[in-house]
């Protein structure tokens, strides 16, 4: 158990829905990483949150927003669902002190599939 | 560009061999870290390497940074079945600002056979 929560574990919705995944981080830890994994892209990165604020985008559609908010948790909502939208969703956080090590931790993911 | 190049992609090797796995990545770092994911499971930590010349071992598996030639590997030794995972490697290149993303490889998918 890394300490990184995710809700829901499961999501099955249709086209054209709109859902939020949430994720509460490590105790401590100030960043927040949002990914998309699905069979034919494999690890995308989306989106990351540093202290309530955006730090880097990485492959985020205009679709999707996220963020972060002053307990630190974090949501990332899907809007206008699409079938490729269905993947798994992990969130991962850091404590992302500088100069030190960043390792990240990753939640149990949130499998979405979009019918 | 800020890549990170893992193979193999995939590998089937028979329980009891070696092998290894290779990860390049483009420009200079030394904070690189190697993840396990089973199938359908989030992604664990098995690694972290912060220096060149860094080597750590857990069970059969031991991974080596060369910040050098911008490479680690990731060796097997006498492989059995519960090997049988994703190993993925990540490189921080921004480790000084200490909040940016890791940089994912693709992946190598290992399967062991009896």
């Known amino acids: 158990d890394s300490g990184v929560t995710q809700t829901p574990k499961h999501l099955i919705t249709a086209t054209g829905q709109r859902v939020t995944l949430r994720c509460s981080p490590r105790?401590?830890?100030?960043?927040v990483y949002w990914y998309q994994q699905s069979l034919d892209q494999g690890l995308q990165f989306l989106i990351q949150?540093?202290?309530?604020?955006?730090?880097a985008k990485g492959n985020i559609l205009e679709r999707f927003s996220a963020q972060q908010f002053p307990d630190l948790h974090s949501e990332l909502n899907l809007s206008s669902l699409e079938l490729g939208d269905s993947a798994l969703y992990f969130c991962?956080?850091?404590?992302?002190?500088?100069?030190?090590?960043?390792?990240?931790?990753f939640g149990p993911g949130t499998r979405l599939t979009v019918l | 560009e800020l890549k990170v190049e893992q193979n193999p992609l995939f590998l089937s090797m028979q329980e009891g061999k070696n092998y290894t796995i290779y990860c390049n990545y483009s420009?200079?770092?030394?904070?690189l870290y190697w993840y396990r994911q089973d199938p359908g499971k989030s992604l664990e930590s098995l690694f972290v390497?912060?220096?060149?010349?860094a080597v750590k071992q857990e069970g059969r598996l031991m991974a080596s940074l060369d910040t050098k030639a911008r490479l680690s590997t990731l060796h097997i030794t006498a492989a059995v079945h519960d090997l049988s995972a994703t190993y993925f490697c990540?490189?921080?290149?921004?480790?000084?600002?200490?909040?940016?993303?890791?940089?994912f490889g693709k992946g190598t998918r290992l399967s062991v056979i009896a």
């Open positions: 420009t200079t770092s030394d904070r």
């Open positions: 390497l912060l220096s060149n010349g």
């Open positions: 991962a956080s850091s404590v992302s002190t500088s100069g030190t090590y960043n390792e990240q931790f």
């Open positions: 949150y540093y202290n309530g604020e955006e730090r």
């Open positions: 990540a490189v921080d290149f921004n480790f000084l600002s200490g909040n940016t993303p890791l940089v």
């Open positions: 105790s401590g830890d100030l960043s």
